[in-house]
């Protein structure tokens, strides 16, 4: 078996244009989290997968210089960038991740993981519910499953959003969810919006330079500023959301 984390990311973001290569404690926010991730003890490597168009050369070169590697693929059938992807690299288990989660905590990915292995799961995750921060999603699935989302997902944002199909009733997948030990989901540590930049750079302030930090010294950086919730009140899945909306206007 071959788990490859596969870390999407892109240039051309609606909302903040430009944020992979935002700086991170002197790296781009993407390698910031390629490194982060890459802690994984379940993982056999970590993948950016962004795309061949030219809006992300810079993407593939700050990635390249950085020594990581880097896959590039569909701009806009994110889904079809993942399969792939998957299929170019011989990835047998795949982690999906965002690329706009640089805090992502490496012992949350592995224990997705073994939440999938140990159920014999098709898919595994700990956002149906959430219980972690916005901002700490982690999905694990297998190939075969992924080749047939990449087969049956026809629509707009299934093909955008890669694991929609799959954790869809009519898909049928043996699923399972991986809960925290306490309902964190209020917590928005993703990065959107300019101040959602804001909020994790001051959390950085609080933590180890060497990114060796996980969710509950997150936690306790929260705890030390009460203020920072109140920095950057958006909505969870806006993305998604919006997707589902331009969806139901086409067709309307």
């Known amino acids: 078996m071959t788990t490859l984390a596969l870390i ?10 430009g944020k992979a290569l935002e700086p991170l404690q002197g790296v781009p926010l993407t390698v910031y989290m390629a490194r982060r991730t890459a802690r994984a003890r379940r993982l056999d490597g970590v993948v950016v997968v962004t795309s061949s168009d030219p809006s992300d ?10 020594a990581l590697p880097v896959f ?36 949350v990915i592995d224990a997705v993981i073994d939440a999938r292995r ?4 098709d898919y595994a995750s700990n956002i149906d519910p959430p219980t972690y921060p916005d901002g700490l999603d982690v999905e694990c699935f ?3 499953v992924l080749v047939r989302a990449d087969s049956l997902a026809g629509r ?30 209020a917590l928005r540590l993703t990065i959107d919006y300019a101040d959602d930049l804001v909020l994790v750079r001051r959390l950085l302030d609080r933590l180890p330079v060497d990114g060796d930090f ?24 806006e993305g998604l959301a919006k997707s589902l909306a331009e969806e139901r206007g086409a067709t309307a």
């Not at 050369?57 to 700050?62: G, K, S, V, Y």
């Not at 693929?73 to 795949?94: F, H, N, Q, S």
């Open 72 to 107: 590039r693929g569909d701009l806009d059938d994110v889904l079809k960038r993942y399969a792939d992807a998957a299929a170019a690299l011989g990835a047998t288990e795949i982690v999906r991740l965002t690329g706009d989660c640089p805090l992502i905590d490496p012992a």
């Open 8 to 17: 999407q990311a892109r240039m051309s973001s609606s909302r903040l244009p």
């Open 57 to 66: 050369d810079p993407l593939a070169a700050a990635l390249e210089a950085a």
């Open 156 to 185: 707009a944002p299934e093909r955008e959003h890669v694991t929609l199909w799959m954790r869809g009733a009519a898909a049928g997948l043996h699923r399972v969810n991986h809960r925290a030990i306490a309902d964190f989901s």
């Open 214 to 237: 996980d969710l509950f010294d997150l936690l306790r950086a929260f705890s030390a500023e009460s203020a920072l919730q109140a920095l950057n009140p958006h909505e969870r899945n």
């Open 118 to 121: 140990a159920a014999g799961a």
């Open 142 to 144: 297998t190939r075969d």
